[in-house]
């Protein structure tokens, strides 16, 4: 809840301007509520409407469990790593 705003002042601009991925790193995320899960969803439909694409990397077991529980896992992709990206991602992103 603290952090989000953040969260939505970095990716909104750079999605809202690019028609390439943003791949956010989660790694040191320890928890994810509703206001980060929003911000997360609000980040992907801005990306779906210019064409940018969202890619979480390296979320936590808690945060998959959070994205999974919600349904939110079948729209936003995760990797592992960047390194674990394929080249070319998905068209549905």
Known sequence: MH???R???VLQPLLRISSHS???DLSGVTFLDSTGLT???AAYRTARHTGAGLVLIA???RVRHMLA???TD???HSYPAVD???DGLPDHF
């Open 3 to 5: 952090t989000a705003s």
């Open 7 to 9: 969260l939505t002042d």
């Open 22 to 24: 943003a791949l956010a």
């Open 39 to 41: 911000c997360l969803i």
């Open 59 to 61: 979320p936590s077991e």
């Open 69 to 71: 529980l919600t349904g």
């Open 74 to 76: 079948q729209v936003l």
């Open 84 to 86: 674990a990206v394929p």
